[in-house]
């Protein structure tokens, strides 16, 4: 267990200088943006973690909840209500009150990175936050990693080897009993080359909820 650490970074968190230039230069711009570290969304009794890369910049960063405000959003939260893990209707605003059912969602960093793209040690500083978050969940059985990064950041968070557990689209993996499930990022570019159809991306939570209930 993580106990001195909080899953939540401060809002003003300095340990990576890049970002926090980055997002004091974006408060500079749009002093109504979020322009903090963006905390996790979800049930804290949930048994499903979703862990997506960063957030983007007129999405989570501007709207200050994970997924928030883009395009990987909205494909995210519609198969989230889609297969049960959610009630009420996503509408791209923190105020729309939609609540997260047996989910959580965060992200392997939780500031936004320039072109999205954290660095390795920015990766690094922030998973203490991420390794808190998931001994922060008393139920959690299942972390589903969207994109590679957010793979090997969890797998490095539970002190597993990365080459006993390669990322692949679709896979399954157990780690001392919590399944680690694989999907591409839900990001734009992903869907506009159709490395991720959104058949894919369904098929991967139908399998999370029936693995769910059976467990
Ligand atoms: N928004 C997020 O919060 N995370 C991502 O990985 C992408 C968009």
Request: a positive charge.
């Amino acid at each position: 267990m993580t106990d001195s650490i909080s899953p939540l970074p401060a809002a003003d968190c300095a340990i990576c200088p890049r970002l926090a230039d980055y997002r004091r230069d974006n408060a500079g711009a749009h002093s109504d943006w979020f322009n903090a570290p963006v905390p996790c969304f979800g049930d804290p009794q949930g048994q499903l973690l979703i862990v997506g890369l960063a957030p983007g910049v007129t999405g989570a960063n501007r709207t200050g909840r994970p997924f928030t405000g883009d395009w990987a959003g909205d494909l995210l939260y519609e198969t989230l209500a889609k297969f049960g893990f959610s009630s009420g209707r996503y509408d791209r605003h923190i105020g729309d009150g939609l609540r997260l059912q047996n989910c959580m969602i965060t992200n392997a960093v939780r500031c936004v990175p320039p072109q999205n793209k954290p660095t390795g040690p920015e990766i690094n500083n922030c998973r203490p936050f991420l390794r808190a978050r998931i001994d922060s969940l008393p139920r959690v059985k299942a972390i589903l990693s969207l994109g590679r990064i957010s793979h090997e950041s969890v797998l490095r968070s539970l002190n597993v080897k990365l080459k006993d557990h390669a990322f692949a689209h679709g896979a399954v993996h157990d780690i001392n009993g919590l399944a680690l499930y694989d999907s591409y990022h839900c990001s734009r570019y992903n869907t506009n080359t159709r490395r991720l159809t959104v058949a894919m991306f369904e098929q991967v939570f139908a399998t999370i909820r029936d693995d769910l209930a059976i467990a």
